[in-house]
């Protein structure tokens, strides 16, 4: 029997992959799951698990923030996250496991059969490797943007949301100022795919990041970090409660 513990301050996560491993994998036995950085040092170092589900953000801490605090380090580690897809590159690079949320069933078959074949554990050299990589993509990726005087080059974590002009667009940055680039929402939809972006009209394509509040309706609305309440469309609304709920 396999001993594992889940780690995710997201209830709804949590609750997912919980679902996947009782209905798909009898063979594992859960922990009680943790949802801050002491809990799962604590339940890791008393309870000693065979495997770890270990989310990368846990509120102000962090999941590595986990394994280099416990004392039991006999264990192995699968990564979740809600990290774009260019990040996670840094953690596969690595010869570590790792989950997108939300978390696919054919993923976590996958994962936990490398696991049950390899059995091996996170050294620091690879732990090291990985938070370099993931800070660097976080504070390094770009976005590339057509101005009228030639290109701007902001940082994608500044952006808030990006609304259709026409053939323009408009972009709403972090402090209230907005550049009018010269290319439509589709082209930065494509640019920013595998970011924590996401179309929700037509109109607006928005930064998950930067949501503080959703309102529901026929489509519902949700309210931007800036104040600004942006319509979501009746066939986006299921899509984005899933990427918000599972975020």
């Known amino acids: 029997m396999i001993k594992a513990l889940i780690v995710d301050d997201e209830e709804s996560g949590e609750q997912l992959l919980s679902k996947l491993l009782t209905r798909k994998h009898p063979e594992i036995t859960l922990l009680p799951p943790a949802d801050s950085l002491n809990e799962a040092v604590n339940s890791i170092n008393q309870n000693q698990p065979d495997l770890v589900f270990l989310d990368i953000r846990l509120g102000n801490d962090s999941g590595f923030e986990v394994l280099e605090k416990t004392t039991y380090k006999s264990f192995h580690v699968i990564f979740v996250s809600a990290y774009s897809q260019y990040a996670l ?72 949301y990006i609304t259709a002009d026409e053939n323009y667009s408009n972009i709403h940055l972090a402090g209230g100022s907005a550049k009018l680039a010269s290319k439509t929402l589709g082209y930065f939809e494509d640019k920013l795919e595998g970011e924590n972006f996401f179309r929700i009209h037509k109109s607006y394509l928005i930064n998950l990041q930067e949501i503080v509040a959703y309102e529901h309706g026929n489509g519902g609305f949700v309210k931007m970090a800036d104040g600004k309440r942006l319509e979501v469309s009746r066939r986006k609304k299921k899509e984005l409660l899933d990427r918000m709920t599972n975020f």
């Open 89 to 160: 590159k840094a953690i596969k690079n690595s010869a570590i496991d790792y989950l997108l949320k939300p978390v696919d069933m054919d993923d976590l078959k996958t994962a936990i059969e490398r696991f049950k074949s390899r059995g091996s554990h996170i050294n620091p050299g690879q732990l090291s490797m990985i938070k370099k990589s993931l800070n660097m993509s976080e504070s390094n990726s770009k976005l590339t943007v057509p101005v009228r005087e030639g290109y701007e080059f902001l940082k994608t974590s500044d952006v808030l």
